[in-house]
């Protein structure tokens, strides 16, 4: 520090210690606080694509429909053996993300494959109970 910034400390000092004297007697002003900005230390911005998710593999598949057999039937089944599903031809099919029921749709055939065509996308936290309602 220079002189003279030694002496505007000294300055500033005592006029600091001369208007709490004179609140103390009643005589000052009050006076708004002020705080130096915030600036959030530690915090910085990432950036990044959605490249790093290009490489991830997913699960998905489509549920035809579901049945319930006893073990006696189930070690019986034999090429050509065929199970009843709890779904009618031409009804919609689930379709799951690993697990996680994402959508409904129809089954279509293309270039002698079977496909599914989306028709709706469930919204995050869809339950088997609201799949139900709406009429499955």
Request: proline share 4%; hydrophobic share 35%; aromatic share 6%.
């Amino acid at each position: 520090m220079t002189q003279e910034e030694i002496q505007a400390f000294m300055e500033k000092l005592q006029q600091s210690k001369d208007e709490s004297r004179e609140e103390e007697k009643g005589e000052g002003a009050v006076k708004p606080v002020r705080f130096p900005p915030i600036k959030p230390e530690g915090i910085r911005e990432i950036k990044s694509s959605l490249v790093h998710f290009e490489d991830i593999t997913v699960k998905i598949y489509a549920e035809l429909g579901q049945t319930s057999i006893k073990i006696k039937d189930l070690l019986n089944l034999e090429a050509g053996s065929v199970l009843e599903l709890n779904k009618a031809a031409g009804e919609s099919v689930d379709v799951y993300i690993n697990d996680r029921h994402f959508a409904r749709g129809e089954i279509l055939v293309t270039n002698d494959y079977f496909a599914v065509r989306l028709n709706k996308i469930l919204r995050p936290g869809h339950k088997l109970s609201e799949r139900v309602q709406e009429g499955k």
